[in-house]
């Protein structure tokens, strides 16, 4: 008897341990005409959802309602296997601003008062300690780390120049700043050099992590309609 609930133990630890293993996409990915195959020739069909990382926090958004991991394998259990993760130029220049910091400085740029962005950064805290001394970037990286060990790729998308709330003709994040008939009010934020520049930080960033799959270059493409 105490030999079967052994066997029973190893067993259905065994089973664990293979429940637990995460078949990962055969990555680099590469296109071929219109598809997309993984590094095996294999045909990839990416089911994508948004997370949005490009407000005034500069980092991505909810980590004050659930930790990184419990959203991860939210999006894991829905059979996504793809995240759109959008980020601002602000924060690929600035990779290196303490959490903290970018909390406190969010409030001005967000026209919320500092007491109640404060607020949110400490229920960001309690739900995920390592905010406490992370930069920025760290928690971008945290986010990719546990949606690949969940299987799921990430695809960069920079959403904006200045970190904040997109898109429509008077918020600043237009294309381009030197466009024929410049209009100040759609793309007084961006900036050509800075925008290259921000997409460089990023790749080299992305270039060790298998996770990202790829980078979307700019989100909604538009100028002022007189341009």
């Given at each position: 008897?105490?030999?079967?609930?052994?066997?029973?133990?190893?067993?259905?630890?065994?089973?664990?341990?293979?429940?637990?293993?995460?078949?990962?996409?055969?990555?680099?990915?590469?296109s071929?005409?219109?598809?997309?195959?993984?590094?095996?020739?294999e045909?990839?069909?990416?089911?994508?959802?948004?997370?949005?990382?490009?407000?005034?926090?500069?980092?991505?958004?909810?980590?004050?309602?659930?930790?990184?991991?419990?959203?991860?394998?939210?999006?894991?259990?829905?059979?996504?296997?793809?995240?759109?993760?959008?980020?601002?130029?602000?924060?690929?220049l600035?990779?290196?601003?303490?959490?903290?910091?970018?909390?406190?400085?969010?409030?001005?740029?967000?026209?919320?008062?500092?007491?109640?962005?404060?607020?949110?950064?400490?229920?960001?805290?309690?739900?995920?300690?390592?905010?406490?001394?992370?930069?920025?970037?760290?928690?971008?990286?945290?986010?990719?780390?546990?949606?690949?060990?969940?299987?799921v790729?990430?695809?960069?998308?920079?959403?904006?120049?200045?970190?904040?709330?997109?898109?429509?003709?008077?918020?600043?994040?237009?294309?381009?700043?030197?466009a024929?008939?410049?209009?100040?009010?759609?793309?007084?934020?961006?900036?050509?050099?800075?925008?290259?520049?921000?997409?460089?930080?990023?790749?080299?960033?992305?270039?060790?992590?298998?996770?990202?799959?790829?980078?979307?270059?700019?989100?909604?493409?538009?100028?002022?309609?007189?341009?």
């Amino acid at each position: 008897m105490k030999f079967t609930l052994q066997l029973l133990a190893l067993s259905y630890g065994y089973l664990a341990l293979a429940a637990s293993a995460v078949e990962k996409p055969n990555v680099p990915l590469r296109s071929s005409s219109r598809w997309i195959l993984d590094s095996a020739g294999e045909r990839v069909k990416l089911r994508c959802i948004n997370w949005a990382g490009h407000m005034e926090a500069n980092v991505p958004e909810g980590l004050n309602k659930k930790p990184i991991e419990h959203i991860a394998d939210w999006i894991a259990r829905q059979g996504y296997n793809c995240v759109r993760l959008t980020y601002s130029i602000d924060m690929a220049l600035n990779p290196a601003l303490k959490v903290q910091d970018s909390f406190r400085a969010a409030a001005t740029a967000a026209g919320v008062s500092e007491t109640d962005m404060m607020r949110v950064y400490t229920a960001a805290v309690e739900k995920n300690s390592f905010l406490s001394d992370a930069t920025v970037l760290d928690v971008f990286d945290r986010v990719q780390s546990a949606l690949w060990n969940r299987g799921v790729m990430t695809i960069l998308d920079n959403h904006v120049s200045k970190a904040s709330w997109c898109c429509d003709l008077s918020d600043g994040n237009g294309w381009w700043n030197d466009a024929t008939s410049y209009v100040a009010a759609t793309s007084r934020y961006f900036d050509t050099q800075q925008w290259l520049d921000g997409l460089k930080s990023m790749a080299q960033w992305s270039a060790s992590r298998p996770g990202i799959v790829g980078m979307s270059l700019r989100n909604e493409l538009r100028a002022h309609v007189i341009q």
